[in-house]
């Protein structure tokens, strides 16, 4: 494990991270997203988008402009004002960059998110054992 390794890792885990989310919210919901949008500073590398669309199976698709989050708000109370009439005209300023499709197949997925969930249960129990 050296330097290229934690650079790695410290993304992936976002992607898996919010896989977990991800995976939670479609167990409490009617369905699963057809797509994810990302906004943030993050998502300007490529690669991050791309492993995020393979390990939720799910497009992910980034903006043109990146940095929307304060813009998002700003348009919801746009919506609540009268500003838009709808959600649609709303959303019809957004302008897609980039959309990443899974190229990862299920077998491949499953054993990843496999592979991570054992991680962080391990992680978990050194935690628990270097407290005793």
Not at 51 to 58: K, M, Y
Request: include cysteine.
């Amino acid at each position: 494990t050296g330097p290229a390794h934690f650079a790695r890792a410290a993304p992936e885990s976002v992607c898996y991270q919010t896989n977990d989310l991800l995976t939670a919210m479609v167990a409490d919901g009617p369905q699963a997203p057809s797509a994810l949008r990302v906004d943030g500073g993050m998502v300007a590398n490529d690669w991050l988008v791309r492993c995020l669309s393979d390990i939720t199976g799910v497009p992910v698709e980034r903006p043109a402009n990146i940095e929307t989050t304060a813009l998002g708000a700003a348009r919801l109370a746009g919506l609540a004002c009268g500003v838009y009439d709808s959600l649609e005209a709303m959303s019809s300023a957004w302008e897609l960059d980039l959309r990443a499709e899974p190229s990862l197949d299920a077998t491949a997925r499953r054993e990843q998110i496999r592979n991570w969930t054992a991680a962080v249960d391990a992680v978990g129990r050194y935690a628990l054992a270097s407290k005793t």
